[in-house]
């Protein structure tokens, strides 16, 4: 199974900021099948970017994902209010895990 | 609109069957390359995958809880059923439905809200 590994746990901006979020896997993710999703309380969770870079549908152009391989990044270019929440990363080939989470609040 | 909604019991006892259902809509699973999948999340801890059943009825499981898990649909009801049997307290979770894409069948491209499950004597 391959593990993934999300850091920081918890990251502190403001509105307007640029934030990067990290997922490191345990070994090499196949075909970079990896995906972030969005986490709010009390509401269905948001797939943003899948294949490590490629943007869901409807998913604003202030989210953008980069990596391969075991590294990946998730960045949000500038935030927004409703931005601030849980974050996870997923691999979706067999057998998919999902990282622990990055939340991110306002400072 | 796809749109996806878990229902069942808030509270079960130890040892119990739960019984988990999931209701879409906007999608139907008699469609070719429709798959849904069941993920859970214990209290403050991360999403867990543990099951997917597709269009043609293949199913498949989280390998240590394989014994366990019962992944089923209704077609006629375009619902999901997931039934989990040995309920512990450490079963706790809220438990989500979600659809997997038509190439990835675990790309996850639209969830429910989920269900909070407490398991509890």
């Known amino acids: 199974e391959i593990v993934l590994t999300q850091s920081p746990g918890t990251l502190s901006s403001s509105p307007g900021e640029r934030v990067t979020l990290s997922c490191r896997a345990s070994q090499s993710v196949p075909n970079n099948n990896l995906a972030w999703y969005q986490q709010k309380p009390g509401q269905a969770s948001r797939l943003l970017i899948y294949g490590a870079s490629i943007r869901a549908t409807g998913i604003p152009d202030r989210f953008s994902g980069s990596g391969s391989g075991t590294d990946f990044t998730l960045t949000i270019g500038r935030l927004e209010s409703e931005d601030f929440a849980m974050y996870y990363c997923?691999?979706?080939?067999?057998?998919?895990?999902f990282g622990q989470g990055t939340k991110v609040e306002i400072k | 609109q796809v749109t996806l909604k878990e229902s069942g019991p808030a509270l079960v006892k130890p040892t119990q069957t739960l019984t988990l259902t999931c209701t879409l809509s906007?999608?139907?699973?008699?469609?070719?390359?429709?798959?849904v999948n069941w993920i859970r999340q214990p209290p403050g801890k991360a999403l867990e995958w543990l099951a997917m059943i597709d269009w043609d009825d293949y199913k498949f499981y989280r390998t240590s809880l394989k014994t366990r898990l019962t992944i089923s649909k209704d077609t006629s009801k375009n619902q999901v059923v997931l039934t989990m049997t040995k309920m512990d307290p450490i079963d706790t979770a809220t438990y989500y439905c979600?659809?997997?894409?038509?190439?990835?069948?675990?790309?996850?491209?639209?969830w429910g809200q989920g269900t909070l499950v407490t398991v509890s004597s």
């Open positions: 979600a659809r997997g894409g038509d190439t990835y069948a675990f790309l996850l491209d639209s």
């Open positions: 906007g999608f139907s699973l008699s469609t070719g390359t429709m798959r």
């Open positions: 997923q691999h979706y080939a067999s057998s998919p895990t």
